[in-house]
């Protein structure tokens, strides 16, 4: 079941009380989506970072590994387009990055 059809089986008064929910500083269903990422990423439940892919149904996945020494991140992809998708929207932000500090370095 996908998200669209969760809300297309829901009643306009389960529907407010959602979007109230949304929008409050201590939403409960922000801090119930939290947990059940956190007790996800706790029992090594692994998608892929581009296309979501549960990564216990890929029988031979790929792992990129990067970030600062002190603050390693870890990104799981379920095929070398994946891979190759991430590394390319990588560059794209770093080439970015470098713009906008040339720029400010001409102001």
């Known amino acids: 079941m996908n998200i669209k059809e969760l809300i297309d089986g829901m009643d306009l008064s389960h529907l407010e009380k959602l979007k109230f929910d949304l929008e409050s ?18 029992d090594g439940f692994k998608v892929c970072a581009v296309c979501g892919q549960d990564m216990r149904d890929v029988p ?21 387009d994946c891979l190759e998708y991430f590394q390319k929207k990588l560059k794209a932000m770093a080439a970015g990055e470098e713009e906008n500090e040339a720029q400010q370095e001409h102001e």
């Open 25 to 42: 500083e201590n939403s409960l269903t922000k801090q119930l989506i939290e947990k059940r990422m956190e007790r996800l990423r706790s």
């Open 60 to 80: 031979m996945g790929f792992t990129l590994i990067f970030g600062p020494d002190d603050f390693k991140k870890q990104a799981h992809f379920c095929a070398l």
